[in-house]
């Protein structure tokens, strides 16, 4: 099996050239992203693997499909950037549904106390010999309420690590799982009661800008918004006029709906042409990371192994439910 493998970055190619080693599998590394312009790369290839911000809409399946691809491996859980409908009939879709859901809640609670304590203007301010603690206060995590959209694996696990801080937690979701230690509640009640609101759960039509001013309206003075999920879950224009009206009192980002075009790349030699991220990136009461919440030396084994697993499976035919997105 021939392997496109679009997006790569130096992180990615330790892992899979561990497990792709003596299984017949060769990998062509390229640094540009799967998209309409650059799909032609994968001419002559059986399987492509894509990322988060890999565009697969249906010219680029299409195409896919005339030259021969089978197979699109996702390297990540979400699969909102990929057209199965157009997909069905004509390639296999696989993806990782589970890499390291600690990675992701670990992150979304360093966003937060990183927000809430100041920690990055402190870092900042002592480099420059700097010791006031002028406009460094936070609040106690112990006691608040958040609100978690989302009780998958990640959602679970940063559950967890709020009550280990003594916290409230409230719950959304779809399809809830009553035995965790979690308070569901339905939306409204999660807008108005939460301190902090974590979103927590893939994109999908249901959700996409499930951040808005309708709902921005619900919550409570001062409230701290964290997105780890997806960016599209959140409308940046709402989001940033509920920033500079103070209803909402921070927000911690690790992904963008407009990411695209930024995210994974060294932007910093160019003039940043999209304004509502410039205008994110400067306020103080914002912290943005680069959608890398994922980023631990177990995810990205997992990431790998996985993966590669699901194009063995692929190859020898066996069945691969619990990873395979769509079966032609």
């Known amino acids: 099996m021939r392997i496109a493998f679009f997006d790569a970055k130096s992180y990615d190619m330790v892992g ?15 640094e540009t992203r799967l998209n309409e312009d650059t799909v032609s790369m994968a001419d002559g290839y059986d399987a492509v693997c894509v990322f988060v911000n890999d565009t697969v809409n249906a010219t680029v399946v299409n195409k896919l499909y005339e030259m021969g691809v089978k197979v699109i491996a996702l390297r990540c859980a979400g699969f909102n950037n990929v057209d199965l409908k157009a997909c069905e009939g004509k390639i296999r879709v696989f993806r990782v549904p589970a890499y390291s859901p600690h990675a ?28 006031s603690l002028d406009g460094l206060t936070g609040f106690d995590m112990y006691g608040k309420t958040v609100g978690i959209f989302g009780t998958g694996k990640i959602g679970r696990i940063f559950a967890d690590i709020c009550h280990g801080f003594g916290m409230n937690v ?3 979701d779809m399809y809830p799982d009553h035995s965790l230690n ?12 939460s301190d902090i ?18 709902t921005i309206a619900m919550m409570k003075e001062g409230v701290y918004i964290v997105n780890t999920s997806r960016g599209g879950m959140i409308d940046t224009e709402a989001l940033i006029d509920g920033i500079k009206s103070k209803k909402i009192g921070a927000a911690c980002l690790d992904v963008y709906e407009d990411e695209g075009d930024m995210f994974y790349t060294d932007n910093s030699g160019h003039i940043m042409q999209d304004d509502k991220l ?27 192994s996985t993966t590669i697993d699901n194009l063995q499976k692929f190859v020898s035919g066996e069945p691969n439910t619990q990873n395979e997105v769509l079966n032609g």
């Open 278 to 304: 410039a205008r994110l990136l400067s306020m103080p009461n914002v912290i943005v990371t680069s959608h890398q919440a994922f980023l631990t030396e177990e995810a990205l084994d997992s990431i790998a």
């Open 16 to 30: 899979f050239n561990r497990y792709s080693e003596g299984t017949g599998m060769t990998i062509k590394y390229f």
């Open 197 to 214: 609101i974590a979103l927590h759960c893939p994109l999908n039509k249901d959700n996409y800008h499930i951040i808005n001013r309708e």
């Open 182 to 193: 979690v308070k569901y509640v339905d939306l409204p009640e999660l807008f108005s009661q």
């Open 170 to 172: 409230l719950a959304y």
């Open 104 to 131: 992701v809640a670990e992150h979304a609670m360093a966003l937060l106390l990183t927000i809430n304590r100041r920690i990055h203007k402190a870092y900042n301010r002592t480099k420059d010999f700097n010791f």
